[in-house]
């Protein structure tokens, strides 16, 4: 007896006519007129399951199999076979079905085979991997992450785990949660009536983390290729479905690296990533096309075949201002790109992902460098047909002397960011990075609508892992 | 011109006599009388430097290049050639050194070519990646990560990223920190005067996670082999030199395995990890063994060479008892080994990795399985020589009414955990799993005595990330 998962089942290397094993939890049971029962049982170990034929002689057939019901857990022994049914080439006669969990009053069990509204299933967090959807959904989600970090590892970067509690505020802007053991009933307050955050419990006050780029940088300047792949989180109460509280970032930080090196590498990522689920996840992207977003497939395929384009944001400003298209939102040089103005970009006017570069620097962040025109900085977005920015970059000031002057004027305290101007001191040199926001990825991969279906419990009050 | 990275020009793989282009940092630089310079640059990517030497030709020789102090950044282009040097293979004979960034006031920059101590370290905590050691630490710390995917991968396990802000405390214990957007100056309180968190961002009151366990349990239910690898936090004073506030765990889960399955991943999986470090980081074990733990690879080495021992805690308890050795700690049946004694077990009784297992019921967690003597636990403890406690795992209760009785034991209300109730009552199956704390890991592979030397930024008040 060999146990097997029902993708080695399936896989057609292993001898037909041999004894296996199945472990897992049945799909659908269905009783056919000439006395047996089809039961297809998943694992999770690909998207399909394997159809387990149970004839009458089974000596629990009456008592047990025939009471089997969606989400019982079975360990099924039998016969490989090819399979005479449609849609498999596999199938086990069983010589055995042992019933290990039950569902106990099958008539409320939340996942019934039949289609649940998105909405319904995430309020059952706990159990909608049990679904084709979400079991598709996280076996995408894991070949991206995974592929995240073997592009890295081929390309001979290190991963940085930057922190997660800290006290600066990467970005100058955004919502942060705060950390702290202080007891809410009974908080100390200072001499001048404030609360004294220098007894919380690392002495000062302390929020989660925006982003790990500024730490990364330090690495960067040592180690000259470096990443960050954590949780990073905004406290903005944006209740829309593009937005999340939590969310992990992907952040590469590249030495003796400049904006169109820093372009080249996002495009050379992003076509790995894609490839990679093509390659590796055509069982569960096949279910996507068919269920969730039919040109899910084919807009991977165009994205890793079509070259990048690339134009400055003056020229984007250009190109939308004689589109002869209506906005919703200002179109002028020095205004930021909305998602519309972003998607007439990539969508109608290239047709393919597009690098938008030079962005004027008042709308970036502080630490972007700031270009030989000094109106703009070398920022890149980079946007793709069907969701508009995936990648946001930049190269980094890397000049002690205009960093601190982008400081003073974005009215930050050069004193707080003493440790983030030391490694301009210390042999600085020219380097870029961007981040990928890996839910936005796992939404344009999976053709979600909703970014809470991208991550594996959604978190949003009320909700079941809370 | 090749730019190549300093690994790849030391590699042995490119040209003798062809052009290249290293960029890195400046470690050493050595003036010979011959008039001519030895400048040893790092870029990171390996433990080597690359020796550059410059002639007196060079156009900035006097200038620059007799100027050039550790940290300075430098582009280097020369001819690659075979080194009559000690200790290298190949080295750089320049054409050209452009100085990329010099150090402001060499006299005060902190990482000086010497000997600094951990302490110190700690300070510039984003300049120590320059040192020898952190970028060995560094590099260690990532092939360390990489191998946990990678053997999850090859293993069929599936990524899954757990909920990070939560309101369930997984293990029943361990003080947590608060997540709040609250104004503290300005606290809404309810009519009973208390905290009235349903103004907070989630509604209700939120923490940081100390286990994803809780939670991927679901996802094991559902697809079978799951693992979490993230950040994890504990908001306990022990200011001691093994523990953090916030480190990564480490977590996979698997259905249809019971103690003694789990405990065959735990050594498959341990011993996969160091035989990777063994095998790709060669070169900073071998700098590890030389400064920091004479025995770093030997230990290794022993460790994926020798078969794990299995005792049970009353058999361990019985072995400590007529050890006729003197603990600090008490020796009970029924008390929590510890450090001293499961080091005794496994460096003086065993001299191998130790697998104890079914501990006393009352001092494990709610969540683990009830034996069939009603006195004990299907719990486990790696144990290790050299650092005790490596990984800790348990099969998973997972027949309801036994967990119903054993959360009622521990005072925890069913109602807060009608969720993980939930797929015990659908189709539930035997399932186990083990936490590894990374950074012990890394403490354990890199021979260090502070764990806040395992992590990219140390994290404690004062310290330079905040």
New interface residues.
Partial sequence: MTTV?V?HALAGKLPVGGEVTV????RTRRDSKAGLSFVNVS???CFAPIQVVAPASLSNYESEVKRLTA???V?CTGTLAQSQGQGQAFEIQAESIEV?????DPET?P?QPKAHSLEFLREV???R??TNLF?AV??I??CL??AV?RYF?EQ?Y???????????DAEGAG?M??????D??N?PLGEDG??DFGQD????E?F?TVSGQL?VE??C?????VYTF??T?R?E?SNTSRHL??F?MVEPEI??ADLAEDARVAEEFLKYLFRAVLHERGDDMAFIAQRVQPDAIARLEAFVNAPFERISYTEAVALLQRSGQKFEFPVEWGLDLQTEHERWLTEVHVGRPVVVTDYPEHIKAFYMRLNDDGRTVAAMDVLAPGIGEIIGGSQRE?RLDVLDKRMAQFGLDPAHYQ??R??R??????HAGFGLGFERLVVYTCGLANIRDA???P????H???
Same sequence: chains 1, 2.
């Fill in positions: 998962s993708e472990r897992g939890w049945v694992d999770g170990s989400g019982c857990a360990v290990v969990g039950w569902v106990d069990y996942i967090a706990h159990l991997p049990r079991g996280t076996r989600r894991d992450a995974k970090h590892h001979s290190f991963w940085i785990s930057t922190p997660i509690i800290t006290t600066s919502q949660f705060r950390v702290s053991t202080l809410l009933a908080l404030a609360v419990f690392f002495g000062k302390t989660l730490n330090a690495y300047l040592a180690l000259s290729r954590g949780p989180f406290a109460h509280a939590e992990w030495a003796f890397e440790w983030y030391d490694f001191r210390y042999g600085t040199v020219p991550i594996p419990y978190r949003a009050p009320g079941a892992e809370f």
